[in-house]
């Protein structure tokens, strides 16, 4: 079965520096993968995903994240926090065959930009 | 074009009554998931739709259940509810016919109280 790891709840950088935001899947076939975001009272906007091919992904508001197989890693970084990227961030993985695919979401990762 | 649209975006009932949520999905797309999202279990899938029928199911009871019309617009329902319930329901719809693994464009959810 699949699972998603996000490591850290809560993440605090500063506006102007990286932030990386941590996920590690299990799966045991190559899976589709996902990183969404949710500001408070909304649903999930998708930032990027990774399906197959080049393994660095480059998604909507600066946002990117690289597959890595060998460590079943796709952590998500942007160069530079904005004061607008505060917000609760989720990894997801979907695995599956012949066209049935389940996702499993991550437990999610509030990112906290100081000013 | 309008974005996903989820009707009624707040629901008090109370443990034992069924409740029915409504989902209209974005013009020509097809495909129709739920999610029930909640401070203990994360995001969780529930079922998929496309063109009518139901693709994919997560991990829920019998009493969580779902269709979806000719129109593409979705229901599900819970019946016999319990407090476990209370949760914010989730819609999102894709264009393609990959359902999950495409790009999901997600509703601002349903929050529901069970008293």
């Known amino acids: 079965a699949q699972s998603v790891t996000q490591l850290g709840s809560h993440v605090s950088v500063s506006e102007g520096a990286l932030v990386l935001l941590r996920c590690n899947y299990s799966?045991?076939?190559?899976?589709?993968l996902f990183w969404y975001v949710q500001y408070p009272n909304q649903g999930l906007q998708l930032l990027l995903k990774?399906?197959?091919?080049?393994?660095l992904v480059k998604g909507i508001n600066g946002f990117e994240a690289e597959f890595k197989k060998s460590e079943t890693s796709f952590h998500l970084t942007k160069p530079s926090a904005h004061m607008s990227d505060a917000a609760e961030y989720f990894c997801?993985?979907?695995?599956?065959?012949?066209?049935?695919?389940?996702?499993?979401f991550g437990r999610g990762t509030s990112l906290i930009v100081h000013p | 074009k309008a974005g996903v649209t989820q009707t009624p975006r707040y629901l008090i009932k109370t443990r034992g009554q069924q409740v029915t949520l409504s989902c209209s999905p974005i013009?020509?797309?097809?495909?129709v998931s739920w999610y029930q999202q909640t401070p203990g279990q994360g995001l969780q899938f529930l079922f998929e739709?496309?063109?009518?029928?139901?693709?994919n199911k997560g991990n829920f009871p019998g009493r969580f259940s779902g269709r979806q019309f000719s129109n593409s617009r979705s229901e599900m329902n819970v019946s016999t509810l319990e407090l476990g319930d209370s949760a914010l329901y989730l819609c999102?719809?894709?264009?393609?016919?990959?359902?999950?693994?495409?790009?999901?464009?997600f509703g601002p959810g349903t929050r529901l109280t069970v008293l």
């Open positions: 999102a719809s894709s264009s393609g016919t990959s359902g999950t693994t495409d790009t999901q464009y």
């Open positions: 799966s045991s076939v190559p899976p589709y």
């Open positions: 990774y399906t197959t091919g080049a393994t």
């Open positions: 997801a993985v979907s695995e599956g065959t012949g066209g049935s695919y389940i996702p499993t």
């Open positions: 013009s020509g797309h097809r495909s």
């Open positions: 739709y496309f063109s009518e029928t139901q693709r």
